[in-house]
């Protein structure tokens, strides 16, 4: 289908040296550009989750509360370096 669209001067000349690099026509450049724009964004996937683990017996110092993430985390960061 044929249409009109007002495109800025600038855009278009960017647009169409892009086309000519990439070796395809300005149309295809538009329509693949519109595609893209038009697919609905992917699922944000969760990141995956870090195990922490430790030999057993594990000891912690007393120090370490086995309930508050912040105090694990500090220990592990210490341990480890």
């Keep these: 289908m044929k249409t009109t669209v007002e495109i800025d001067?600038?855009?278009?000349?960017q647009a169409?040296?892009?086309a000519i690099e990439r070796g395809v026509s300005l149309r295809s450049l538009i329509e693949n550009g519109l595609r893209g724009?038009?697919?609905p964004?992917?699922?944000?996937?969760v990141p995956p989750i870090q195990w922490i683990t430790a030999p057993?017996?594990?000891?912690?110092?007393?120090?370490?509360?086995?309930a508050s993430r912040k105090s694990?985390?500090?220990?592990?960061?210490?341990?480890r370096s």
Excluded at 9 to 13: A, H, M, S
Excluded at 59 to 66: A, K, N, T
């Design 56 to 66: 057993a017996p594990l000891s912690l110092p007393p120090e370490v509360d086995i």
């Design 16 to 18: 169409k040296i892009a």
């Design 41 to 45: 964004p992917p699922h944000t996937a």
């Design 9 to 13: 001067d600038q855009l278009l000349r």
């Design 72 to 79: 694990m985390w500090e220990w592990f960061e210490r341990e």
């Design 37 to 39: 724009q038009l697919v």
